[in-house]
């Protein structure tokens, strides 16, 4: 490790403004008590309420709260989820997502369990002191170490300026019910528990998923292709009062839970404050920082909630950046842009890829289009099922860690990548079980990766083979989208086969 000091050993130590105290603030806030670096909290809101009911962390992220020491009491308040199910009003399943021997993989359960306890906990770690509720920023001046936020826009260059058009979003309404009895809803008694999603028609889908104290997440939503009615929403999203809520509510009331019963069921035992309407959008931004300012999370990349990785991604940044600015030495504004530059060519990859990932899940679980019930037949009907477990493990592949806590070492049988340098140390391996390395695990893999790869190729070519000859017609049910979406969810999809196949 280098001699290099940290930003608050030096004479003019480093002073951290976190705006927004949500999953990335908090983690962000976690990361800087642990090395020291004063910072405060600004959040706009009179009190913490979490949006949404349903969380999902794997092991993406799960390091890093064993880092932290949270891990066994986030537990304590999760179920490991084992798969994403699919079904038509009637009930019958229409597909499966299965997460097969996850944790025997990476190490780490996929948990789930509700929002609100993940914010509980992580509040309770940071210091009271530096959270302050009920502060809006509005703008920030520049002086003369640096530029911010109003200039960035004054300058053209505030995100919003180079973000990619949204292609399709949700409005949705999510919720978490009070206890109920196991009784009735035997699946409460289950040690894991898996998402339920439903297909309505007119783009209305629901789910429902178990959570510890016999409790039931659930979402209501509605896919929103139209640009113009969509970019209507986002604007009258501040509006959403009561009545608006209460007209959603009523729409659903008597769509089948997958529990048994009604969704009106689900919604009549969720106290009305735990019922929020939000909208589900995405946006990729292509600048990330500016002088002093720099963006993590939502703010510069939202991922729909699908393939449940915004928040993971969002934690995935802070724990980057936080080693970026461990590493950086003397805060200068030359350092600080350095950091900057850093964190996000560390990041803007992965999570153009998480991006990505989520949208195809999105369509592929959720999308209502002919196009995308192509899609679903193709990836369900099709593909073999080592192509999704094989990108289950890429994608599990990837755990940045904290560099400068204790290393948490890699427990499953699948690959960890090797993290790269920020700037003091080289990269940084993983140890495994035993104290073997990150090393001998991927020769372990790379040695059944060269048994199957022969069969791989066989599998992988029948596929392509098949999707190249496909006369789409021959799987059109209702033609709702466009002949160009459908060609960009076919090309989306091959893109993806072949880079899985690689
Ligand atoms: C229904 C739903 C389900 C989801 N499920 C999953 C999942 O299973 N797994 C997963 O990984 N992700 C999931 N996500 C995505 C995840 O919630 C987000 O990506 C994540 O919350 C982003 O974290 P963030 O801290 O960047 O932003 P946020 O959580 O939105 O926090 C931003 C905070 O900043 C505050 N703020 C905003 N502007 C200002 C201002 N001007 N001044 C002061 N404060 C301000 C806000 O009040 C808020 O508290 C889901 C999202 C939704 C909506």
């Known amino acids: 490790m280098s001699t290099t000091p940290t930003p608050t050993e030096t004479h003019n130590p480093l002073q951290v403004l976190i705006v927004g105290g949500g999953v990335a603030g908090l983690m962000m806030a976690l ?42 009491d986030l537990k304590k308040f999760s179920l490991p989820c084992t798969s994403m199910d699919l079904f038509e009003p009637s009930r019958k399943m229409i597909a499966s997502m299965a997460m097969h021997n996850y944790e025997e993989t990476t190490g780490y359960p996929a948990l789930v369990f ?13 210091p009271k002191e530096k959270i302050l509720m009920n502060k809006k920023l509005l703008s920030i001046e520049q002086n003369a170490l640096g530029s911010l936020y109003k200039k960035m826009s004054e300058k053209n260059l505030l995100p919003k ?7 399709l979003g949700y409005i949705a309404m999510v919720g978490v019910t009070e206890p109920q009895d196991p009784e009735k809803i035997p699946e409460l008694l289950e040690p ?20 510890p104290g016999n409790r039931i997440c659930w979402r209501l939503g509605r896919q929103i292709s139209d640009l113009k009615e969509a970019k209507e929403l986002m604007f009258r999203n501040s509006e959403w009062g009561p009545e608006s809520i209460e007209l959603m509510l ?69 724990v980057i950046l936080a080693n970026c600015i461990y590493d950086m030495g003397e805060p200068t504004v030359e350092n600080i842009k350095d950091a900057f530059k850093v964190f996000k060519d560390h990041r803007y990859q992965e999570a153009k890829e998480q991006f990505e990932n989520s949208k195809l899940v999105a369509k592929l679980m959720g999308g209502q289009n002919w196009s995308e019930k192509i899609l679903r037949k193709i990836v369900f009907g099709l593909l073999p099922d080592w192509v999704q477990t ?66 791989e190729k066989e599998e992988k070519d029948t596929a392509l083979d098949w999707l190249t000859r496909m006369q789409p017609q021959e799987l059109i049910t209702v033609n709702h989208g466009s002949l160009d979406e459908g060609i960009k969810c076919l090309k989306m999809l091959l893109l993806q086969a072949l880079a899985i196949g690689k």
């Open 31 to 72: 990361l800087l008590e642990r090395i020291n670096v004063p910072y405060t909290i600004f959040e706009r809101a009179i009190k913490v309420r979490p949006l949404g009911s349903v969380l999902s962390l794997n092991a993406n992220i799960l390091p890093v709260f064993e880092q932290l020491d949270l891990l066994e």
């Open 192 to 211: 894991q528990t898996n998402f339920r999603l439903v297909l309505g028609s007119n783009g209305m889908g629901w789910h429902a998923i178990t959570i």
């Open 390 to 455: 094989k990108r289950f493990i890429k994608v599990a592949s990837y755990r940045p860690q904290a560099v400068f806590l204790p290393l948490a070492e890699n427990r499953g049988i699948g690959p960890v990548r090797p993290q790269l340098p920020t700037r003091r140390g080289g990269p940084r391996k993983v140890s495994g079980n035993n104290g073997s390395s990150s090393s001998s695990i991927e020769a372990l893999t790379s040695q059944s990766k060269a048994e199957s790869d022969e069969k």
């Open 250 to 318: 009523n729409e659903y009331r008597e769509c089948p839970n997958p529990f048994g019963g009604t969704m009106g069921d689900l919604i009549d035992a969720t106290n009305r404050n735990n019922i929020s309407k939000v909208y589900l959008e995405e946006k990729l931004f292509e600048t990330w920082y500016y002088g002093r300012t720099v963006l993590i999370g939502d703010a510069c990349h939202k991922m729909l909630p699908a393939a449940g990785q915004g928040a993971i991604n969002a934690m995935q940044d802070a």
């Open 114 to 126: 509700a929002r609100p306890d993940l914010y509980d906990l992580m509040l309770s770690r940071v």
């Open 161 to 167: 300026s180079d973000s990619t058009d949204m292609e």
